[in-house]
Nanobody, 126 residues
Framework: QVQLVESGGGLVQAGDSLRLTCAAS????????MAWFRQAPGKEREFVSA????????HYADSVKGRFTISRDNAKNTVYLQMNSLKPEDTAVYYC???????????????????WGQGTQVTVSS
């Protein structure tokens, strides 16, 4: 079992930056692909970014490409999402997710992820 705890959300202005952190428990964290999703009020959960188990492959939604950067530190069981040039449309609850299949590649489907954090609110004002 992997438990995930997100932090780093907050209220910022358009153009500002935030870094989200996802702390994971479990000794096999370094074998799993990880991802960030987000959900705005009244909308479905959507893919934001994912990183492979070894950190070598990353993927981004078109809406955040060039502004967000995902990374991981397997020694610290942590995944990060650096968000720059934030826009009001980035406002959502951001969730960290773990695909608990050893060495499986990333996916942009929430159905492929087995463990989820409780989410952290990001609000961007215009």
């Amino acid at each position: 079992q992997v438990q995930l705890v997100e932090s780093g959300g907050g209220l910022v202005q358009a153009g500002d930056s935030l870094r989200l952190t996802c702390a994971a428990s479990g000794h096999t964290f370094g074998s799993y692909s990880m991802a960030w999703f987000r959900q705005a009020p009244g909308k479905e959960r959507e893919f934001v970014s994912a990183v492979s188990w070894n950190g070598l492959n990353t993927h981004y939604a078109d809406s955040v490409k060039g502004r967000f950067t995902i990374s991981r530190d397997n020694a610290k069981n942590t995944v990060y999402l650096q968000m720059n040039s934030l826009k009001p449309e980035d406002t959502a609850v951001y969730y960290c997710a773990c695909r608990r299949r050893i060495y499986y590649p990333t996916s942009n489907s929430p159905d492929e992820y087995d463990s989820w954090g409780q989410g952290t609110q990001v609000t961007v004002s215009s």
